[in-house]
């Protein structure tokens, strides 16, 4: 929270990126040390202390562009969250409909600020192009989802 760090989906840990605020011009940078966000049409989520060096804690969201300064290989496979459920039950109804057309289509547990989750997850893909392909595919069958790094 104190920290100039921010979380990103599939940006390999402590990778450092730019963050411009394109509504001000302001710039941090920043460290991505975790995973998120996880609604769409958001791009990266920044601790406090950054959101506060580009002005963003008042309004919370802001227009922002980011620029990779040092890139760390990402030795993780590319992965599509499909949903996130409260309910374990959901997650297994959902992974086992995916489970006809996917493989794998895993489960896995997250620790959220709004409490437990269970997350329903689509392939192991290498490469992320690959991952884009499931990914439109799955949006063609009134799948919304997400493409993240399928860390261990």
Known sequence: MNTLTAAHRTLAFDTI?????????RDVTVR???RGPF???RIIDLSYAAA????????GTAKVSLE???????PY????????FREK????????????RYTPVLL????????????????????ARQAATTLKELRRLSYEGLMVRLDR
């Open 89 to 100: 039950a959901n997650a297994r109804r959902l992974q086992k409909d995916l489970a006809h």
């Open 77 to 84: 496979p590319f992965t599509i969250q499909v949903a996130s």
């Open 17 to 25: 990126v730019k963050v411009n605020n394109l509504d001000n011009g």
């Open 108 to 127: 896995k547990e997250y620790e959220s600020v709004e409490g437990k989750l269970f997350r329903v997850l689509v392939g192991e893909f290498r490469d």
């Open 39 to 41: 609604v769409k049409d």
């Open 32 to 34: 991505i040390n975790d």
């Open 68 to 74: 990779v300064l040092k890139m760390v290989r990402n």
């Open 52 to 59: 506060k060096q580009i002005e963003m804690v008042g309004p």
